[in-house]
């Protein structure tokens, strides 16, 4: 059974370092990419970024590229996502998601969406 | 970047009726759609991908379709438990932008 099972939820200060984790069981880590997305209090969905375990090649949202890092620890399966100096807005739900590697054939080439979800981090930085 | 607009935010309809959720690409992005039910407190689970291809599982009352810059996201026969707010993603490249979500409601 696929399963990515999130840390729990966090209350830090503003400015601290936070660092939340998403291990994945039931498939080869390896072999898939891990996305990050945000959900704001009462917002939509935010894309973040998206790492692939097995070279470590990572993309950020444009939003996102010098807020965050993402990172991985492929010996234990774990994908990690984290803060060096949390700001108020930083308060809200994070998401870890799996999405299957595209390929191409003689034909036409293929991507996919997000299949499975993380259960969520709630975030929560405050004074 | 390729922005993704959906309408409405927000409907309420009554259960029987037929719902129709739209999204539009702001540049072509052929078939590279998919479609996220979240019920509150819960993650978003996918419904459908590719447009219109329906993920095991997912009753037939839901639809999609759509190439280019233009999606639908239809049921059939809104149901108590479909009272959910319901996602777009492209997912052709990065970035992987979703809509602004819609909120279904029953009347």
């Known amino acids: 059974e696929v399963q990515l099972v999130q840390s729990g939820a966090e209350v830090k200060k503003p400015g601290e370092s936070l660092k939340i984790s998403c291990k994945v069981s039931g498939y080869s880590f390896t072999s898939y990419w891990i996305a990050w997305v945000r959900q704001m209090p009462g917002k939509g969905l935010e894309w973040m970024g998206i790492?692939?375990?097995?070279?470590?090649?990572?993309r950020y949202s444009p939003s996102f590229q010098g807020q965050v890092t993402i990172s991985v620890d492929k010996s234990a399966s774990i994908a990690y996502l984290q803060w060096s100096g949390l700001k108020a807005s930083d308060t809200a739900m994070y998401y870890c998601?799996?999405?299957?590697?595209?390929?191409?054939?003689?034909?036409?080439?293929?991507?996919?969406?997000?299949?499975?979800w993380g259960q969520g981090t709630l975030v929560t930085v405050s004074s | 970047d390729i922005q993704m607009t959906q309408s409405p935010s927000s409907l309420s309809a009554s259960v029987g009726d037929r719902v129709t959720i739209t999204c539009r690409a702001s540049q072509g992005i052929d078939f590279y759609v998919a479609w996220y039910q979240q019920k509150p407190g819960r993650p978003p689970k996918l419904l459908i991908s590719a447009a219109s291809t329906l993920q095991s599982g997912v009753p037939l009352r839901f639809s999609g379709s759509g190439f280019g810059t233009d999606f639908t996201l239809t049921i059939s026969s809104l149901q108590p438990e479909d009272v959910a707010t319901y996602y777009c993603q492209k997912y052709n490249s990065a970035p992987l932008t979703f809509g602004g979500g819609t909120k279904v409601e029953i009347k």
């Open positions: 790492i692939f375990p097995d070279d470590s090649d990572t």
């Open positions: 998601a799996r999405r299957k590697i595209g390929y191409c054939d003689s034909d036409n080439c293929y991507q996919f969406p997000f299949d499975f």
